[in-house]
């Protein structure tokens, strides 16, 4: 037989907690092991080794009173790391997601996604899943474009010793030039073209001009 998925409910709302708790009956697949108004008291049990029934996710509201849940959070992973936890929160607030995602939730949630939506998260993310509510998503994707920083292909492919080597050697210039150029010996320019003609995949130095100017290695 299919053991159900066990969860802990966290959330100050005794109205809510009744909701949640009747939906979770009404699912064969989910059991409600726990439910509790502050994340101090949950914590507590948790402690209790003689009564501690450990949830497989944690539903967790973040406005609560006394520590609030993302407070919580990182004392619930350290207590019981193996289990999830999805933030069910009526916060949208882009400081509370960073903040949610970053302390280890698998989900974040806002009360106003309808009951199927949660229980279809917490089964989602069960299964090694991750879920974010629509915009709580598109902000994350956002985010991320944002503070992803472009890749400058010159930085990531040769030194900048080796692109002004190539550089030079684009304007036609010959070795012993390059090397009066740059101030450097002969013998340290055949190093450097060496290393360009192994990083770009090239045999000579017509293929390795031709190849840095598709790769936009000489853009300034």
């Known amino acids: 037989m299919k053991r159900k ?14 909701v949640i708790d009747s939906t979770l009956k009404g699912d064969p697949d989910l059991t409600l092991i726990s439910q509790f108004g502050t994340a101090e008291i949950a914590l507590r049990s948790l402690q209790d080794m003689s009564t501690r029934n450990v949830p497989d996710l944690i539903l967790l509201d973040l406005n609560l009173p006394g520590i609030s849940g993302i407070e919580a959070l990182p004392h619930f992973r350290q207590s019981i790391p193996d289990t999830k936890i999805i933030v069910l929160t009526q916060s949208n607030r882009e400081a509370d997601v960073l903040a949610a995602i970053s302390a280890g939730a698998s989900g974040y949630l806002l009360k106003s996604n309808t009951l199927d939506q949660i229980t279809e998260a917490i089964v989602t993310v069960m299964k090694g899943g991750a879920m974010l509510d629509d915009k709580v998503a598109r902000f994350i994707l956002d985010t991320m474009k944002k503070t992803i920083p472009k890749e400058d292909p010159r930085e990531n492919i040769l030194s900048t010793r080796e692109l002004q080597v190539l550089t030079l050697i684009g304007e036609g210039l010959i070795k012993k030039e390059v090397a009066d150029q740059l101030g450097i010996g002969i013998k340290t320019v055949n190093t450097h073209v060496g290393h360009i003609f192994e990083k770009l995949e090239v045999q000579n130095a017509a293929a390795a001009v031709n190849r840095g100017h598709r790769l936009g290695l000489f853009k300034k």
Not at 7 to 16: G, K, N, Q, R, T
């Open 5 to 18: 998925i066990k969860i802990m409910l966290v959330e100050d709302s005794p109205a809510y907690r009744k």
